[in-house]
């Protein structure tokens, strides 16, 4: 099995990074690509609500609690503090794809673009000092430096740019 085709949405809290991977899972998907996404979360966090059966069972100490309906599954696996896998491990569980968007995990060494909004908690540039980052989508004027800027609302250039990027072929039947 061929490794999936990554692209990463980095960027400080308030960014814009969840707007922007949305956007980009409607129009890849309008496109007619498959996408799967991973979001990196630096808090605690919970998708179950208190009292659901799923979250009885993970109470009373289940390693992980699988949920599967007509519509959906979930897989939530506690870690009872073991630590955080690896990038790699989780890229590894999801099912084949032609994209996988990841919004988060702003130091691993994937191609990636940056978000910047005005508005966002710390506004210090993170392309410097990643060689990784290989455009910036901004919500204002950008001119220090030689990468590629884009608006970040201009979603279908952003699009056509990771296409390119990683090397995105036309959609499978």
Known sequence: MTAPK??????????????????????????????????????????????????????????????????????????????????????ARLAPCDLVLIEGYKREPIPKIEARRLEAANREPLAPSDPHICAIAADHAVSDTSLPVFSLDDTGAIADFIAVAVGLGPPAE
């Open 6 to 91: 990554i692209f990463g949405i980095a960027g400080w809290k308030n960014s814009g990074k969840t707007g922007l991977a949305v956007r980009l899972v409607t129009e890849f998907t309008r496109r007619g690509y498959r996408i799967s996404t991973i979001k990196h979360a630096h808090h605690d966090f919970d998708i179950d609500k208190v009292g659901a059966d799923s979250y009885r069972h993970r109470q009373a100490g289940a390693h992980e609690v699988t949920i599967v309906s007509g519509t959906r599954y979930a897989i939530m696996h506690e870690l009872r503090g073991a630590p955080e896998p690896e990038f790699e491990e989780i890229l």
